[in-house]
C-alpha cells in the first residue's frame, strides 16, 4: 500500500468555482502533512503547512483528520493561476517525507 | 539570499557514462534529499542525509550513489548501472530530524537524458 493516495484527475474547473482534493497516508506515526504545488517541469514548492485544527490563507483552505488519515484543500474562487498539480506531503519520525502523485488542475476561462 | 542550487538544469549523459549532480544548500539544514520524478509520477526517493558524513537508502538507490562529505553540498552520482536514468532529479533539504512541520526546500530540479 502507498503511503500517501491522491486522486491524480484531472480536475478541470471553470474560473470561480470552489475545487477540494482529497488525500489519504497509512501511516498513523505521520507527524507533519503539508501541501505543495509544482507548475509543470518546475520544482515542488511549499503551498501550506496542514494542521489538525485547520488552517486557512486566503483563498485556501487545509484541514486534517487524524483519526482518518486524511487531508483536504479547499480552493476557493478559484484564478487561472492556480491551474498546477498539487501534491499531498506527509512527514514521518526520522524526518522522511512521503509525496502522493499530484492531483492536476486546471481552471478554465 | 538562502537557498537550494542544483546544477546543471539540463545533462545528457552517453550510456555507459557516469555523471554527476550538483546540490549545494546555504539553509544551514542538517538533512538533504535525492528524488527522481518522472512523467505522471510522484516523487521518488533515491537517498537521504540526516547529518555529515552519513546517508541513507531510499526506495530506488540501485545505480545511484552519494556522499556527504560537507554540511552544504549532496551531489548524486547516476552510474552506468543505473538502466533507465532518463528522468528530472531534485534535491531538497530540511531542518532536520526533530522538528515538527519542517517542510522540504526544493533546488530547481536537473533534467538527466541519457541519448
Known amino acids: 500500500r502507498k503511503e500517501v493516495e491522491q486522486d491524480p484527475g484531472p480536475f478541470n474547473v471553470p474560473e470561480g468555482a470552489t475545487v477540494a482534493f482529497n488525500c489519504t497516508y497509512s501511516n498513523s506515526a505521520s507527524q507533519s502533512f503539508f501541501w505543495y504545488r509544482q507548475d509543470c517541469r518546475k520544482e515542488p514548492k511549499l503551498l501550506m503547512s496542514?494542521?489538525?485544527s485547520g488552517n486557512e490563507d486566503g483563498r485556501f483552505t487545509a484541514q486534517l483528520n487524524r483519526a482518518s488519515q486524511y487531508i483536504s484543500l479547499l480552493i476557493r474562487d478559484s484564478k487561472l493561476s492556480d491551474s498546477a498539480t498539487y501534491l499531498c506531503?506527509?512527514?514521518?519520525?526520522?524526518?522522511?517525507?512521503?509525496f502522493g502523485t499530484g492531483t492536476s488542475l486546471t481552471v478554465i476561462p | 539570499d538562502g537557498g537550494i542550487t542544483q546544477s546543471p538544469k539540463y545533462l545528457f549523459r552517453k550510456e555507459g557514462q557516469n555523471v554527476t549532480l550538483s546540490c549545494e544548500q546555504n539553509l544551514n539544514h542538517d538533512a538533504m534529499y535525492w528524488y527522481r520524478q518522472d512523467p505522471g509520477q510522484g516523487l521518488r526517493l533515491i537517498y537521504y542525509s540526516q547529518i555529515v558524513n552519513d546517508f541513507q537508502k531510499g526506495d530506488i538507490a540501485e545505480g545511484y550513489s552519494v556522499s556527504r562529505e560537507k554540511k552544504e553540498s549532496f551531489p548524486l552520482t547516476v552510474t552506468s548501472a543505473q538502466k533507465n536514468p532518463t528522468a528530472f532529479y531534485l534535491c531538497a533539504s530540511s531542518i532536520g530530524a526533530g522538528g515538527r512541520n519542517t517542510e522540504a526546500f526544493f533546488g530547481q530540479g536537473t533534467r538527466l537524458t541519457v541519448v
Open positions: 506531503v506527509v512527514n514521518k519520525a526520522g524526518n522522511q517525507f512521503y
Open positions: 496542514v494542521y489538525s
